[in-house]
């Protein structure tokens, strides 16, 4: 696998799709090669790690993430995860990696029932992802949320599965800002490699253009694992 | 107790873009012979025995479908 | 085929079938149009219109698109308007937007546009298609748009019709923003009696370019192929339209199924998403000469207003145009206001190059006609020549009128009224209850529950948006350059004195965008009035555009465009005159913009400015 | 063609914050006797005479609903 400085992170871009150049720009920022990867090819063009952006891919009509699930750049996507690539869905992205079976549960509509922009506390609590190592255990982190459909939810025994195995990436503090179950903004698969989140990390690159820089972490994070690997 | 369904559906003539999102999707899946989709919302009450036919229009008409663009129906459930 | 052998209701009411039928009653008065305005169509055409053309000319001659009463006195900006002021105005009024340099290579495009009657109707799709409307027009600049800004007034905070209109509007401006991604950096939520039944749902779009990329919306060289594109054409906004087949061919009301339409449009945030980035890469690729959104007026509007600003004729066949609903008749093809549609004039060589960029973003496109060495727009349903007109007639040269403007008795008396008479709070208990009683006012207290619904982050360019009083957007990552934004009207000052409530929503709009530190370059507005033929009104317009246009010279910058929204009134009580003010200023280094707020650390000076 | 109804409602078990605004704004409006609403969605399909209810449930399981939290029925319309 290619070493940090070379590392190319793919971001993908479905019609509807919003935060792609803004994810883009993080990775840049990071130190790495940003990708753009278009939801009608068969092709992740190589690249070491993918972040599946926000916004509303298909307009998000049916059901956030519903039908971007279906296209080819997820069908490659699902098929690479298998062979160990580390991907970030945010927001829309999460929404995106639930509904094809990537990230147990779902997001559902926000309890207080508005759309909601606003800068968010997070609790790391699991700081040995792929996307989270750069953050000290507990650290509290303040990241965008905005979003109308980031409540999320799952049977009982899938989130106690989730606690006990350590894959809630990140906690609401300070206020939970859809109704999520257990105040769970953000999740990783078994191996630590696909996460999901609804706040927006990518927004938190820069103090100019946003809260603080806190979000630069979880992308320094994946760099990192692309270094060691 | 009864439960009662209103069913709200955006009316004919106007633009459906969620019913076409689907539409369109569903050729690309694999799914041929759907010619229209249209999508609306359902809803299920739980209603006292003392509550008429009147009354859950008004409600179906005031609070659950936007009659400027969504026509609706009320039906009881058989039980 | 001939016209006899088809059934009246489906036979198109050809330009043929008008020179043979001169005394048909037609149902102009119905369509809003005068006695003499109808009379002049006949003038100009040398016979009855078609229904087509009376439904193109009945739209585009109507206030709301063809400025009919404000006309004369919007003059007076071009009039006080030096060379000076026009230094860095690449466009101005007159195009769809106006556009100014800002240097480095960039240029950005402005406009603020009215959705109120709409918004009242179905406050939520109301909301969402002004938004959807405005960004249409930026794009027809050959912009990127960029950010978003809603001034928006509302009847009384607790008023049961204000708990119906305030959220739906909020969660349409919202809903469709943020799902087109443009940032929502500002805007404004007034609270009055006036607006009870007339709220004012007004939207704001900045574009950026760089500044030889500039389009504007011409149709012409002959055999250039006219291309639509976005959306299919459905029965929606036709409403009124509707009349035409019902009277002139007597269709009961029941038949024919297309009465009884509802004006109301449904937005589609998605399509227009994609319509962006399509036209993005079509700009990129050089592949439109001239572009125009479908807004008001739809085809009728673009095609007339192409032809209009070229130097040829124009071809329409309304049979290659797309619908969504079957057996629309021409004069609703060419009236219905679908959202989500541009038309693009593209050179024969370059149409197959335009339907590969349309194809990789689905976006369904069509040629629907060519730009002719003619003089008219002949418009085309099947074989029958329907519409055949000059253009400009339909697009520029619509009827003006000099509306008797009168200052109210009442004037004199509100201007009597000041608030030397009023109570002042004296001890430090009423001093309390006063702020207390300020600080629980709705058109004092957070804005942050509107806010919060928008996405202000998106694009990452966003430098300050709430609570800061200008809205401040990075343009040129590399050099830092970037703009400001802020719009302003205060409309209680602008009843007791237009002329001067005018001059000070440019201040205080000038001042917005100064205190980030940015320089105030240009202006745009929304003149939000009451009806034109009420004297009084018009009083108050004739003395708001003077206030604006004489505090622009003041200040030494141009007012580049704006709107007009007149007939904001419930019965006969006009809503409180409103002309909403934007100024853009531009700031070289974001990095150096002043946040509002008092600063964080122990110690600081605080300084009052000015008198 | 045929008709078709696909009726997605939210699981039982899952918040439908949906439906219970819904159910809490009606006794402000005067309106009693409702003791719970859910929320959900219809669709309507046109659908071509050689879809088979088989391909109708796929298109309802693996698109329409999200089995996770929603539950669905497919039923054809007597024409
Ligand atoms: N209040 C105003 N002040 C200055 N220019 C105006 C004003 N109202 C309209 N205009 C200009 O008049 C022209 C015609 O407006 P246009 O954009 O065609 O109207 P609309 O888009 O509302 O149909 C535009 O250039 C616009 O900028």
Redesign the pocket.
Known sequence: MTVATGARIGVVTFPGTLDDVDAQRAVRRAGAEPVALWHGDHDLQGVDAVVVPGGFSYGDYLRCGAIAKYSPVMTELVLATGRGLPVLGICNGFQVLCESGLLPGALTRNAGLHYVCRDQWLRAENTTSTWSTRYEPGAEVLIPVKHGEGSYVADEDTLDELESSGRVLFRYVGGNPNGSRRDIAGITDTAGRVAGLMPHPEHAVDPLTGPTDDGLGMFLSALDALVTA | MARVVVDVMPKQEILDPQGQAVASALPRLGFEGISEVRQGKRFELEVAADVDDETLSRIAETMLANPVIEDWTVRREEA | MTHSDLPETVRPDSVEHARETPELAQPHRELGLAEDEYQRIRDILGRRPTEAELAMYSVMWSE??S?KS?KPH?KY?GTTTTPEMRSKMLAG??????VVDIGDGWAVTF?L?SHNHPSYVEPYQGAATGVGGIVR?IMAMGARPVAVADPLRFGPADAPDTRRVLPGVVAGVGGYGNCLGLPNIGGEVVFDESYASNPLVNAMCVGVLPSQDLHLAHASGTGNKLVLFGARTGLDGIGGVSVLASETFEGDESGGGHKKLPSVQVGDPFTEKVLIECCRELYGAGLVLGIQDL??AGLSCATSELASAGDGGMRVDLDEVPLRASGMNAAEILSSESQERMCAVVRPGDVEAFMKVCAKWDVPATVIGEVTDGENLEIYSGDELVVDVPPRTVAHEGPVYDRPVERPAEQDLIAADNPNTLERPETPEQLRATLLRMTASPNLASREWVTSQYDRYVRGNTVLAQPSDGGVLRVDEDSGRGIAVATDCNARYTRLDPYEGARLALAEAYRNVAVTGATPMAVT?C?NFGSPEDPGVMWQFQQAVRGLADGCVELGIP?T????SFYNQTGAKPILPTPVVGVLGTIDDVTRRIPTGVGEEAGETLLLLGE
């Not at chain 3, 009024?93 to 106006?98: F, T």
Request: aromatic share 8%; glycine share 24%; proline share 0%.
């Open positions: 709301h698109c400025y404000s919007l900006f009024i007159g195009e769809n937007a106006g406009k546009e027009d807004g008001g507005n003149l007012v465009g704006g709107n007009v």
